[in-house]
């Protein structure tokens, strides 16, 4: 019988001296790195989304710089019309032997 009580003893003595503490511990091991990993997170998203905000100002600006340099096919169009055009009236002018200065070949 005195074994017994002596067992129960030092089992009670042992879940109350070590492992109540050596719980206690590592709970608090666990409740500090969870708390570490949801403030690493923050920070991580934090950065991320200051970063996701300035790439869109990047491309809204490269956007605006875009349309305002953009030539539309019309207008590209329009010039070539215009430059061919005007080369067709050059080569006529050479075809025709007129030269506006003197001693121009005819």
């Known amino acids: ?3 017994t009580l002596t067992g129960g003893l030092d089992l009670a003595w042992w879940i ?5 503490p050596a719980m ?29 905000a300035q790439v869109r100002e990047s491309l809204a600006a ?5 349309a305002k340099t953009y030539v539309s ?7 070539e019309q215009r430059l061919t055009d005007h080369l067709l009236r050059i080569e006529t002018k050479l075809d025709s032997g007129f030269m506006p200065f003197e001693g121009g070949r005819r």
């Open 1 to 3: 019988m005195h074994d």
């Open 16 to 20: 109350t001296a070590v492992e109540l």
């Open 24 to 52: 206690g511990g590592l709970f608090w091991l666990i409740a500090r790195a969870r708390r570490d990993a949801d403030s690493a997170l923050d920070d991580l998203r934090a950065r991320a989304e200051e970063a996701q």
């Open 62 to 66: 490269y956007k605006l710089e875009v």
């Open 73 to 79: 096919f019309a207008t590209l169009k329009d010039v």
